[in-house]
């Protein structure tokens, strides 16, 4: 599956697949948290893209999913490092989930954290994302620690360092613990 990097042409689409991705974890939130989210996909998008990387995937000659990846010291954040790579709003489009878009894109954010010199890789994940959380821990995540709320809802910390191979990741990056 093609994996690139967005161009700004693509951002409209890129939030249109959020939208559609992130619809069954919108349902489930409190209507005020769902609200401030759609709201705030608009200019989430703007500004990672300003700041980080975003990733889609095709298929069939539309966006099929999408990831923004942040190297280290690209963006200040509160929950990781400034050493450690990171990527945050992975969706994949409704009629492509179970395809393997999901781990295609992290995957290929493995591959661009090691080539930025990352030795850890996080990402923040909430308790609402329950296929999302058993895709990183295929890819050798570990739950690190709980994090504040998000949305309402328990969240998580993930990371991977790259001291030992798992099974299913990309080569390079581990599940061994690591303290911030």
């Not at 850890?120 to 050798?140: D, I």
Request: glycine share 8%; aromatic share 12%.
């Amino acid at each position: 599956m093609p994996i690139r990097s967005a161009y700004p042409d693509d951002f409209p689409d890129l939030e249109a697949l959020l939208r559609r991705a992130y619809a069954p974890v919108l349902d489930a939130m409190n209507p005020e948290y769902a609200l401030n989210f759609c709201s705030a996909i608009s200019k989430m998008v703007g500004q990672y893209g300003e700041k980080g990387t975003w990733f889609v995937a095709e298929s069939g000659g539309r966006l099929s999913g999408c990831v923004a990846f942040f190297a280290p010291r690209s963006i200040e954040h509160h929950l990781f490092h400034e050493s450690w790579a990171h990527v945050q709003l992975l969706g994949v489009d409704p009629d492509y989930t179970r395809r393997g878009v999901g781990k295609d894109l992290m995957r290929h954010c493995m591959s661009a954290a090691r080539s930025a010199g990352a030795s850890v890789f996080a990402l923040q994940t909430s308790a609402l994302m329950g296929p999302a959380r058993k895709l990183y821990e295929s890819l050798g995540f570990v739950a690190e620690r709980s994090t504040e709320p998000a949305f309402g809802h328990p969240a998580f910390l993930y990371i991977r360092s790259e001291s030992q191979p798992s099974d299913d990741a990309a080569p390079g990056f581990s599940a061994l613990e690591c303290k911030r």
